[in-house]
């Protein structure tokens, strides 16, 4: 992770920002010219990358296995939501300030604070997960994650099973691939810096990483709420694309769709992980009409992956890690 | 007093259920030390079973007598699981025994996946009527106090299972292999176990218990879907993990609790004051408490992560 | 009757045994005396079919075994009570003798051997009805090596049988172990850090050495030779 792919970043997110600034699609950007679908499969493979590579975080980096990213997921775009649709006047009110950049600006507030309350909620779910692991601690997860959607759905004021509607949609493409890169970059940087050595630490050995004086309890967490933060994060950017949630719609089978991907990109390598989150986006919008045969396929994959190549299929890409922080393949 | 008797009741017959799915997993992580993600959808498949061989049977035994008739249709569906717990781990478990425990972990999801999906294909989507195997019937013996005749008859059954799965633990030779090979599976090959037999022998019983189960809680609710087993599935984890994984006596007890907690927090929810929606996040609540405070559960040893 | 022909084992990347080679005679005790990793208990290992033999072979009465699987190679008659002796902790005493026999199916013969152990070993028949892992580490070694006989074996493996054992039960456990070899014929390979013991045992041993054998000889010489008395019998 050179000063050269920082700058490399940067620029593309000053694009990406100023493309999602002119809002509208007749600005003079090549990318506006795309029709209206692929647009929506470019968001939603966004929203995905960024789930993808923040659960790898915990799944891959770390070692550790989550089974309840859709319960952090729903704790953003539920907490998001509550910002922009339930109390939108009163936020805007107290934006006025801002000008006509108000309704923005509670947008970006709010993903804030939804991706801030995942993050609460990802320190919940981690500090008592700590002495577990493996299958213990994927199940463990998931129970919290039902756990999230069982209170929201029975929370009145969030709309209970109904869900809310009525989000405005104020998430963009610019918006969303605007934070996939910035969790690339988080997360890479993260796992790439002196102090992120401690990850690998924790996943390749634990007891070996203690007695060297790492402080695995504290890297637990840190995955935990760092991956639950960028979770949250996405399911604010969701909830503002769709403009519906359901406590339904985040269930476990959601949280199997981020394993999958983190899977087949091959735990621990974040470019790898990206391009499984883009290429799972556009082949499920292939397979939309053959939906039943869709997860039998997946389900059969993730078995004869794990027999034949447990390291995912694109695990060990190394040229193409390169290209991307985060080093893949071999970490 | 009648009322809280009448949750006991209704609380065990859905306990007995979680208690022979918890079988299952507590059996399976006792000889691979590895937690059978699927276990709760080979119920579902058990469930199924019984319903098209129930419907197929059903005209051909009108003469039979009721008994006969229901027993056939668990037999049929016991055996059929137990055929496909022991393919199933041939084709996707076998293969992993000596991967890492993450590995085997995601193929199980996998399986579960597969089962969902591929039960969905061939079964439908659409939540099916159970045929009711015995005509159900009301006893009540003091006011106001109501058992149907299944609950009773799931309890008793339920009951025979239990004794009989003693006796086959306790007294046979692959019951003493089990054993054997769950304390310490280095020194049961050098008895000369054939793990593989005593593996394929374990996931067969588990997975009968669980088509049993799946039978009961199909007559008790009447409606079964491709996507029964998840929660069911889960929730007799819970109780196995409650009992203390790897004991048979911990995983029967810790399912008939986690029946009756999650019936009387529904019905006392209000005097609770936690909503009855609350109802499937009972059994997680539970877990996460023992888990933080009494990992090894209510029967069982500290619990042994091999490193 | 045992015979490794220039056997290679080892564990993941690592080499344990460099091409082992070693004779076992009918009715004899045979040892393996060497340093803490010096290949004896892999050497035991890749015999019983816990570890892959990677080149060589290992023969037994003729047959060859390179590669079996465990159970199979416990039903040819060759034994293994492994190092740390290995008893079902939660079975009864009983119980651990009952998979001693666990190949077996002659009711008759089951029991007359069961009397033989508990005849052998008196102080497991005060405690047949106790859990195998409260017996002290003395008591469990005996039930190893009990249970082992159960199978009716040919020739019996014993890895460290004095292995944190009080010295007293060391000598009774020595004794017993000669002892069957007389009464039963039983051909015995020993592995043992106490060389002092082994040698005493023994009619024949070899030293073992980073994975080769070093020296073989008679008990008695590789006792008088001045190396292994350097490096092993601390003279």
Redesign the interface.
Known sequence: MGARSLVLIAALAVGLVSFCFTGHPEAAWPLAQIDDYLLNILILAGINVILAVSLNIVNGHTGQFSLGHAGFMAVGAYGSAALTQLNGKACLASLSFLGSAAPLGLFVLSLLVGGLLAALAGLAVGLPSLRLKGDYLAIVTLGFGEIIRVMIQNTESLGGARGLAGIPNHTTLGWTWLVSLISIYCVGSLVNSTYGRGFLAVRDDEIAAEAMGINTTRYKVTAFVVGAFFAGLAGGLYAHFIGYVTPEGFSFLKSVDVVVMVILGGMGSTAGVTVAAIGLTFLNEALREAEQYRMVAFALLLIILMITRPQGLLGGLGGLARWLPGKGGKS | MNELLQQLINGLSLGAVYALIALGYTMVYGVLRFINFAHGDVFMVGAFTGMYFGRWLKPLAAAWPEWLFASTVLLVSMLSCAILGIVLERLAYKPLRERPRLTVLITAIGVSLLLEYAGQLVFGAAPRGFPSLITSSSISGIEGLHASNIQVIVLVVTALLLWGLHLVVMRTRLGLAMRALSLNPTAARLMGVNTNVVISFTFGIGSALAAAGAIFYASLYQAIDPFMGVLPGMKAFVAAVLGGIGSLPGAMVGGLILGVVETLVVGYSQLLGIPPGYRDAVAFVILILILLFKPSGLFGKTMREKV | MLELLNVTAGYGSITALHGVSLRVEKGTIVTLVGANGAGKSTTLRAI???LPVREGKVLFEGKELTNK???QI??CGL??V?EGR??????TVL?NL???A??RRDRAGIASDQEFVLETFPRLRERTWQQAGTLSGGEQQMLAIG?ALM?RPRCLMLDEPSLGIAPLLVKTIFEKIVQVNRELGLTVLLVEQNAHLALEVSQFGYVLETGRILLSDRSEHLKTNPAVQAAYLGA
């Open positions: 019983s079919g816990l699987r465990p159970h416990v039903a034994a293994h492994p290995m008893i079902f902790s939660n079975l119980e009952q998979m001693g666990y190949l249970r199978g």
